[in-house]
């Protein structure tokens, strides 16, 4: 008896939660399909017939393939140049004992703490020193370091991964590059693939970055293009359009959770010792 | 195994990505923007000739926040086969761009703009090439004289214009004026709004005939100080219009004598099309159903409030005046300037001229945009006696450009954002009986002594 209404009570909860987590979504979703003026008058969650028209004006002002483009190109660079050096650095925090590796981590763990936006405009000077203005090299290769990715993924390493497991290669004369990327990289994988996606979410959802590297139009990214549709001056009319592009932004992310969180829960369960 | 299939995924996807990307950019690009700045950004400050050659290389960069500019530049280069690249960017964030690049003497833009508020800040920066190397005094008669003073910096050198104008006034409801009054003359309303205590009584008369005169108190504060300064010699000047300002505010509020509904909430668009609950603020309107309907009596904004009046009037349409508040001011508009930085400065000049200064231009953009009122004078001379079907067969051009004649421009500081930003928060406090008048002058006092050492506060 007390099992069941204990799980009446979790599901209640669950149902909760997840209705509160999708509520903003599903209106996303109903207000993209509305007009303006009425999305400022009323809040409804049934459907408006106004799709088409709120698409046309995101067409007319926007290129949303191009931007569409942009974005994936970025993201999935970044996400991917993190991934492989971050876990590159944490093998080796993790496995080799060298000088001044314990100062270099606390380095390393210092700058988690500094955000971003501090470094913005020196950023944007060493960029336009460099030449790089107005190119995606910028927001791209500095994604190599990412030092949260480098902690959690030694943290993640130390705990899944005995330090036996590199001893066999190394008497079988493997090299160490080699021993990294067919014995490491595999049992970090889970591990990467959580961070792959808090990198891919941050990097396509990034905003201030490519606002002030990105100068011509078609190099915009998503979330810029988006916010530059507030500067069409009707603003009744852009409201239903914003919903529209917002909804097609999110796509991609959908996407990869969906792929990355089946792949995280399906190898999560499997270890690297079997017993 | 999963982990293989992943990645060859992973990798194909980012090939044919890449490819598509590269393949796209080289195609539209043709080597000619990306070769360009590469070279700018190297040179940085050195500006190079200006004299451009004819060609692609010729074409400009406009960074703007208003969209409306893709279609100026769309009609100049149809009309001079000179190429314009517009940048739009979010009027919040425009700021941050500027800001960085320029800061960095990027040479990226050839032409920037900015609203009122910003100009100082980036006039102070350096931002905004000096226009008199143009003769830009020839065309002083051209345009409205306070958009021509609002392109001053603090030393009067112009350094940024307008295709604009954006004069206040009282956009009212012309059906309820004749329930209430029996009259909507402009010149009539215009008497019930001339200054701080006849507003109070008229939004008694209004609330006895059951609606509300304003959607809320912040209608007044364009009112404040168009007559005088806020800062006058380095030295704050608190003038009785702020005070009446306030004193008004308060009275309204507390006798409950506006609708509760703060500008650009879903009430206050709702009102504009006819009836709205009392006391809404925030919420959505599906929540405040059986609550106590009332009307919006007028809304206190500049001209393109009107334009945001009557698109969102529905069944309203046609059914609104326009009069004369308190006093003449104005607030926004894009203005538009060369870049200190650009290497084109001769082409950016041309376009700026051609938005701002042309006559031909003003024509078409006041027929395109439906509305906007122009800086441009002859243009608005020849228009004044347009009359306008949204708004009662009402003159709007020529009260327009009464109205824009009559701004003291002289006035404006630059500290009067902020500054009346502060102003805003007292009267908030006082009308919300958190603080007794004294308590918020007095904290007033503070707030601008501590955010500008430079200003002394007489208290």
């Known amino acids: ?247 097609i932004s999110v796509v991609p992310i959908i996407i990869v959770f969906c792929f990355c969180s089946k792949y995280i829960i399906s190898s999560i369960s499997s270890g690297s010792v079997k017993e | 195994m999963k982990f293989k299939r992943l990645t060859a995924l992973m990798l194909a996807g980012m090939m044919t990505l890449s490819l598509a990307a590269c393949g796209g950019s080289a195609s539209t690009t043709s080597g000619t923007s990306d070769t360009e700045t590469k070279d700018s950004a190297e040179e940085t400050t050195e500006a190079k000739d200006t004299d451009t050659a004819a060609g692609s290389d010729d074409k400009i960069v406009v960074w703007t926040l208003a969209a409306d500019l893709e279609q100026f530049a769309a009609r100049y280069t149809e009309e001079t086969g000179k190429e314009v690249e517009v940048v739009v960017i979010a009027p919040a964030d425009y700021p941050t761009k500027l800001t960085s690049a320029l800061g960095a003497k990027s040479s990226e833009a050839d032409v920037i703009v900015g609203e009122p508020q910003m100009l100082p800040n980036f006039f102070e920066a ?7 190397q143009y003769n830009v005094d020839d065309y002083k008669d051209t345009i409205v004289d306070y958009v021509y003073e609002a392109g001053k910096d603090d030393q009067g050198i112009q350094r940024a214009l307008s295709y604009q104008v954006t004069p206040g006034s009282i956009i009212y409801r012309r059906d309820l004026a004749k329930e209430i009054y029996g009259n909507d003359d402009p010149q009539f309303i215009s ?64 006798d409950e004598l506006v609708a509760f509904a703060p500008e650009w909430s879903a009430a206050w668009y709702a009102s504009m099309a006819g009836e709205l609950p009392l006391n809404a603020g925030w919420s959505d309107l599906a929540e405040l159903e059986g609550a106590d309907m009332t009307q919006v009596f007028s809304y206190s904004l500049p001209s393109w409030g009107a334009l945001i009046v009557r698109d969102n009037a529905a069944d309203n349409k046609g059914n609104f005046g326009i009069c004369k508040g308190p006093s003449s001011y104005f607030g926004g508009g894009t203005f538009l300037g060369i870049s200190a930085y650009s290497e084109k400065k001769d082409a950016a000049w041309d376009f700026v001229k051609y938005c701002t200064l042309n006559d031909e231009t003003a024509q078409w953009w006041l027929e395109k945009s439906n509305g906007d009122v122009v800086s441009n004078t002859a243009v608005l001379e020849a228009n004044k006696d347009y009359t306008n079907e949204s708004f009662g067969n009402q003159k709007t051009y020529e009260f327009y450009m009464g109205e824009a004649q009559n701004i003291d421009y002289s006035v404006k500081t630059k500290y009067d954002d902020t500054i009346g930003g502060f102003w805003g928060a007292s009267i908030e406090a006082v009308q919300k009986g958190e603080m007794t008048k004294e308590e918020a002058i007095e904290d007033f006092y503070m707030q601008v002594e501590a955010t500008f050492p430079e200003i002394t506060v007489v208290r």
């Open chain 1, 1 to 247: 008896m007390t099992k069941k209404v204990n799980q009446t009570i979790i599901y209640l909860l669950l149902l909760l939660l997840s209705t509160i987590c999708l509520l903003p979504f599903i209106m996303m979703l109903v207000n993209s399909t509305r007009e303006g003026t009425d999305i400022m008058k009323s809040f409804t969650l049934i459907p408006g017939d106004y799709l088409i028209k709120n698409w046309e004006v995101v067409k007319e002002n926007l290129n949303i393939p191009r931007g569409f483009a942009n974005s994936i190109f970025i993201s999935v660079l970044s996400t991917a140049l993190a991934a492989y050096f971050s876990s590159l650095t944490a093998f080796g925090f993790a496995f080799y004992r060298f000088k001044g590796r314990k100062v270099i981590f606390t380095i390393i763990i210092v700058s988690m703490m500094i955000p971003a936006q501090l470094g913005l405009l020196g950023f944007y000077d060493l960029s336009m020193k460099l030449g790089l203005i107005d190119s995606f090299i910028p927001l791209i290769v500095p994604s190599i370091a990412s030092p949260a990715t480098v902690f959690f993924l030694r943290q993640y390493l130390l705990s899944v991964m005995p330090k036996s497991l590199l001893e066999a290669p190394r008497i079988d004369g493997a090299s160490e590059f080699y021993i990294f990327h067919k014995i490491g990289l595999p049992i970090m994988s889970p591990g990467i693939a959580t961070m792959a996606i808090g990198i891919f979410i941050g990097s396509w959802n990034s905003y201030l970055l490519p606002l002030v590297i990105l100068n011509s139009q078609r190099k915009f990214t998503l979330p810029v293009m988006i916010a530059s549709l507030n500067a069409v001056k009707n603003i009744a009319q852009n409201i239903g359009a914003t919903y529209v592009a917002v909804a």
């Open chain 2, 126 to 132: 350096g931002f905004f090439d000096d226009l008199s």
């Open chain 2, 191 to 254: 008497e019930k709004f001339k200054d701080f205590d006849t507003i109070l009584a008229t939004a008694k008369e209004v609330k006895d005939a059951g609606y509300r005169i304003f959607s809320d108190t912040g209608n007044l504060r364009w009112y404040v100080n168009t007559q005088e300064p806020w800062v006058k010699d380095d030295v704050l000047n608190l003038s009785d219009t702020a005070i009446a300002y306030m004193d008004t505010a308060a009275n309204l509020y507390q």
